[in-house]
């Protein structure tokens, strides 16, 4: 069973990640398309917290309730890279999810360009080859 939840997980993350890229794909966006790319990261990195975490549970690791255990855990098995970052993807979409003005979103937009997106992609590479 645990096997299966984070395979029926993922499909929502590829769901969650493909409207993510079409938000990114607009050029110069205007405050509503900024704020559509900062929702669809903040759903797409809630998905990949609890995707991580019900994998990480299916190959046998109990202690991951968090987003901070999942990504923790995720690095230390090597599932992901840039732990670093990870924690900072986090901290992002905490800090999102509380404070809305125009030069968070600014910041945050261009860290989901440059940083965010690409590992969020790369977390969806390795798991699809799990399939």
Known sequence: MKDIRWKQRFSNYEKALRHLEEA???????????????????????????????YLEAQGFEEVVSPRNAIKKAFETSLIQDGHSWIQMLENRNLTVHTYDEETADQVVAAIRETYYPLLKELYEKLKAEF
Do not use: C, R, Y
């Open 24 to 54: 990114l794909s607009v050029e110069n966006p205007d405050i509503i398309q900024k704020a559509g790319m900062v929702h669809f990261f903040e759903m797409t990195f809630e998905l990949s917290w609890k995707m991580l975490k019900d």
